[in-house]
Structures are given as structure tokens and as C-alpha cells.
């Protein structure tokens, strides 16, 4: 380990030391009979947090390799991926969906997508056949999996997220009609939508289901 992963890991340590004297405090000052509760509740609110910084990082990881991938397999069709990777761009991280495990007892876990619930069917199966290329890119960068086997992941979404913000100012047709018809006129003039961009058929990479 280098000097620089040894201080990132001190001062990782450090807040996390910082954190937990912070909450111990929090309880110590609350009434005894409310000192259960309160640190039930801040125990939830640490992992809602821990939930959510991993599900950002997904997406940021999700972005860059979409963006890896367009530009890998630009020469086989450059007007069709410099299209592709516009779109990835443009939606950027808010148009990510993030994953989350998906686990019955006595079934083996898999980790399915959380779908958002204002974005096109159309643009949905493109990040699908987009995320097919993957073995491909690890092929073409002689990339090997390191660590522990990964779950496996299934594009089918487990859940949408209701609240989900959407992006204002994307094409019309990047919008779910469904979800699109379903705003208020006040929340149509807000989202102010652009016209229509054509979105490119990409087939599954290798026959992929």
C-alpha cells in the first residue's frame, strides 16, 4: 500500500470514528426512555444513506462504461454509436437507472435494474442492448474479473422508482407517452421537452436474451 491509499484509508477511518462519536452523543442526549428509538433511528438513516452512495456509484460506473463501450465499437458504425454515446452523454448520470438485490430465501441472489419510470421503452432497450457489449469490451480490453464471483445481473427491472426526478429538456419521444400523459399541463410547460431525436435500433450483442 502507498502513502496516498494509507492516508485515504486514515482519514476514511477517522470519519468514521468522528461519525459514530457524533451519533453515540446524539443518543446520550435524548431522554433515556427515547435513547432505543433514537438510535433505531439513525441506525436507518445510515444505511438509507449507505444505500444510496452505493447506487450513485453504480451509476457513475454505469455511465462510463456505456461511454467506453460506444467509443470501442465506433469503427463498425460510426454514425450509429456517435449517436449512441450523444444519448448516453445527454442523459448522463440522472438517466441511469441504479440495481438493487433481489433475493428469496432458498432461490440464488441476482441483482436486477430499478427502472425509471419517465424514460422510453425505446431508450430502455437501447441501454440494454448497450450493456450486451459488455463481455465484448472486456474481450477487446483483455479485462479479467478480479475478486470474488459478482451476482448476477438481470436487466428485467425489479421496481420502478415512483419518485424518480426526470430530466427536463430532453427530446419528446425519450419520454414515457404513459408517464408523459399523466402530467399536470403545469408539469408539461416545466419539463419543457425539445423536439423528437431519433433513437438507433442496436441489436443485442451476439444473440444476447
Known amino acids: 500500500m502507498n502513502l496516498a491509499a494509507l492516508r485515504k484509508l486514515c482519514e476514511q477511518k477517522l470519519a468514521q470514528t468522528h461519525q459514530a462519536h457524533r451519533k453515540q452523543a446524539?443518543?446520550?442526549?435524548?431522554?433515556?426512555?427515547?435513547?432505543?428509538?433514537?438510535?433505531?433511528?439513525l441506525t436507518a438513516k445510515d444505511a438509507k444513506r449507505q444505500r444510496e452512495d452505493r447506487m450513485t456509484a453504480y451509476r457513475h460506473g454505469t455511465l462510463a462504461r456505456w461511454i467506453k463501450i460506444a467509443v470501442q465499437n465506433r469503427s463498425q458504425d460510426p454514425?450509429?454509436?456517435?449517436?449512441?454515446?450523444?444519448?448516453?452523454?445527454?442523459?448522463?448520470?440522472?438517466?441511469?437507472?441504479?440495481d438493487e438485490t433481489d433475493y428469496i430465501l432458498g432461490t440464488k441472489k441476482v441483482v436486477r435494474r430499478i427502472e425509471l419510470p419517465w424514460i422510453s421503452p425505446v431508450i430502455s432497450n437501447l441501454f440494454k442492448s448497450i450493456e450486451s457489449y459488455q463481455s465484448a469490451f472486456q474481450e477487446g480490453n483483455m479485462l479479467e474479473k478480479v475478486g470474488n464471483t459478482s451476482l448476477e445481473h438481470r436487466w428485467e427491472a425489479?421496481?420502478?422508482?415512483?419518485?424518480?426526478?426526470?430530466?427536463?429538456?430532453?427530446p419528446r419521444n425519450w419520454y414515457n407517452d404513459k408517464?408523459?400523459?399523466?402530467?399536470s399541463p403545469s408539469a408539461h410547460l416545466m419539463?419543457?421537452?425539445?423536439?423528437?431525436?431519433?433513437?438507433?435500433?442496436?441489436?443485442l450483442y451476439g444473440g444476447a436474451c
Request: proline share 4%; hydrophobic share 45%; net charge negative.
Open 26 to 41: 446524539m443518543v446520550s442526549s435524548c431522554p433515556h426512555d427515547r435513547q432505543v428509538e433514537m438510535t433505531a433511528m
Open 79 to 98: 454514425e450509429k454509436w456517435d449517436v449512441i454515446q450523444m444519448i448516453t452523454q445527454w442523459l448522463d448520470v440522472e438517466g441511469m437507472s441504479g
Open 158 to 170: 425489479g421496481r420502478k422508482v415512483r419518485k424518480a426526478a426526470a430530466i427536463p429538456g430532453l
Open 191 to 203: 419539463l419543457s421537452v425539445s423536439k423528437d431525436v431519433q433513437v438507433p435500433s442496436l441489436e
Open 179 to 183: 408517464w408523459f400523459q399523466g402530467l
